[in-house]
């Protein structure tokens, strides 16, 4: 049974950065695709950033390019995400998310991901 479990959120300033831990029971980083996801207030859930199965490339959505990265420990099952240059407009609950089925030009579809976190709130104010 796949679980996945989001930490690392709070309420921080803009400007700062924030990392993101998605720890991953059930699935092998080998066969499963990960991603993150993100739902800001009244707004459809948004692509952040996936890395597919047995690949270390990640691959981002482009309001987030260059501030943020994803990266995966596959020893601990565990991936993350350094959020840096946080925006007001980055508010959201981040989600992760796991597919054994993903292909890349499907990669920014939350329906392609079967399993997902419950989520982990990220405000960022001044």
């Known amino acids: 049974q796949v679980h996945l479990a989001e930490s690392g959120g709070g309420s921080v300033q803009p400007g700062d950065s924030l990392r993101l831990s998605c720890a991953a029971s059930?699935?092998?980083?080998?066969?499963?695709?990960m991603a993150w996801f993100r739902q800001g207030p009244g707004k459809e859930r948004e692509f952040v950033a996936a890395?597919?199965?047995?690949?270390?490339?990640?691959y981002y959505g482009e309001a987030v390019k260059g501030r943020f990265t994803m990266s995966k420990d596959n020893a601990k099952s565990t991936m993350f995400l350094q959020m840096n240059n946080l925006k007001p407009e980055d508010t959201a609950v981040y989600y992760c998310?796991?597919?054994?089925?993903?292909?890349?030009?499907?990669?920014?579809?939350?329906?392609?991901?079967?399993?997902w976190g419950q989520g982990t709130q990220v405000t960022v104010s001044s």
């Open positions: 998310a796991s597919s054994s089925t993903l292909i890349l030009s499907s990669i920014r579809q939350p329906t392609m991901y079967a399993h």
């Open positions: 059930g699935v092998s980083f080998g066969t499963y695709s």
């Open positions: 890395i597919r199965r047995s690949s270390t490339t990640a």
